[in-house]
């Protein structure tokens, strides 16, 4: 026996309406039961230990895409596809923070109808109000208005989606209708919608976002593919999750690709014809995004030059009652024409305790060193190596004392790509010294339990100058880790220890000595009241 189709798509989840001004809003939410349920849930959730302590988790449930990442009203808020439990469908998750690290839960802010779910979408911040535009799946890509200081009241813009997602007389659309993105040049707006193209290569499809323009987000006209000159992406690729904003003097494109993860192109923005000239791009993502990997990514200008990115980043093991975690904040910068700067995003310092320092020491080769009072399933790591001659050198944490369990985090000097632009191909005896260096974030052996799918590892290029000493930051926080490199690169994945001591840290130098400069570490607090200052282990 099957069940009729649902036609009444009005959620079941529990929706308040609250009040206008900021002073009522805080009082309401203090007796919201809401509130108190999603406290209470991370109190009981806060038990498991694969349960991060300063990476965003949905309250309640599982969480997947971030959304609408903003800054409103001295505050910036972070929306994400959430499950309430009585209606699991997507509706959009809502958290709110003051430095980008310590967040608080709001109540779920977008529900679904006319739609069947909330999708992914941007947001786009005015003087008197936040545009949320967002793909409703089933009947196309929405507009939703928010005023009030916290952004809790929604109203959706004419009930219905704004761009359908079929013709009204059935034909074949010019393009696609999914996840979008909003911005305003001049006095219109433009969305972009993802999608793909289908006359690539041997008739395979590529990536494609596709530009739509109105006076007054109600009524849309299709214009264009906006990208040109993508030399970048590859055959296969989608534009998911797409996020268009300047960078620099230049103009990025963060999206996600259900092939390959999270990737961004670089370019400039030709307004005349509204094309998007590329002349670069690269990865979030350095494998396969599941298991474990950086999916997709919400992102803003932050309104100094750069742009903020956050990425929800998958399970690899059953944890009940949750999965996905939120990234680290992310600060882009432009640090050359066609080069990004990598740094974290937030007060992320204010979470340190006290901190523990190794004294500059030699690596001899070929033999490891376990930092002993260095240990930790909730760390921060800052450490400066010299390579000197090393082919290779290595960090090792979450190390269990037999290292029967380790994850392994390996920086390879000048061993990836060699790029032409910065050294001519004349200049073979030095071609090493322009060629891209890479590090790696192995979880070969991070566990040995049975139900952790093991995935290759991450190898991510960046380039290190010949007279540069490598420069990590390294965040475990229980099961992730991110590794940034020298401000120039991140590569982060999930990993899920067994054995209760697996809390170590080592260093090594393949081949050749390497120079320790510093290593410094700091235990990390908690974001959320319902747990301890310093619940790692």
Known sequence: MTSE??????????????????????????????????????????????????????????LNDPNGLCFWQGRWHLFYQGYPPEDPRVHWGHAVSEDLIHWRDLPYAIYPNPEHDCFSGAALVEKDRVIAMYHGTRVGN????????????????????????????????????FDPCVWKKDDAYYALSGGTLPHGPSGKRTRADFLFRSPDLKTWEYLHPLDEGDLFSLVGDDGACPYFWPIGNRHILLHFSHMSGGRYLLG?????????????????????????????????????????????????????????????????????????????????????????SIAPMTLAANKEVVLDNIKGDALEIEVEIDPQDAPMVELNVLRSPGKEEFTRIAFFRQRGYWDRDRYPSWVLVDRLKGSDSLVTLETSYSSELPDVLSRAPETAPFYLRPDEPLRLRVFIDKSVVEVFANGRQCVACRVYPGREDSLGVSLRAQGSDAALRQLHAWPMKSIYPEQDSFPGR
């Open 5 to 62: 189709p649902r036609t009444d798509l009005t959620s079941l989840a529990p929706k308040f309406t609250f009040a206008e001004s900021l002073k009522e809003q805080e009082a309401e939410l203090a007796e919201n039961p809401m509130m108190e349920r999603f406290r209470e849930s991370r109190r009981s959730l806060a038990a498991d230990r694969y349960r991060p302590l300063y990476h965003f988790t949905s309250p309640e449930n599982r």
């Open 268 to 356: 400039d923005y030709d307004t005349a014809r509204d094309k998007f000239v590329i002349t670069s791009g690269g990865r979030f993502t350095f494998g396969n995004w599941y298991p474990g990997g950086v999916h997709a990514p919400s992102a803003t200008p932050d309104g100094r030059g750069g742009v903020v990115t956050i990425f929800n980043i998958n399970p690899a093991k059953p944890t009940p009652g949750w999965d996905m975690l939120m990234s680290l904040p992310r600060r882009l910068t432009l640090i050359g024409k066609d080069e990004l700067g990598m740094e974290p995003a937030g007060d992320i310092e204010s979470l340190r305790g006290p901190r523990q």
């Open 142 to 177: 929405m507009v939703a208005i928010s005023r009030d200081p916290l952004l809790l009241n929604w109203e959706k813009l004419t009930g219905a989606a704004v761009i359908p997602a079929a013709g009204a007389d059935g034909s074949p659309l010019p393009y696609n209708v």
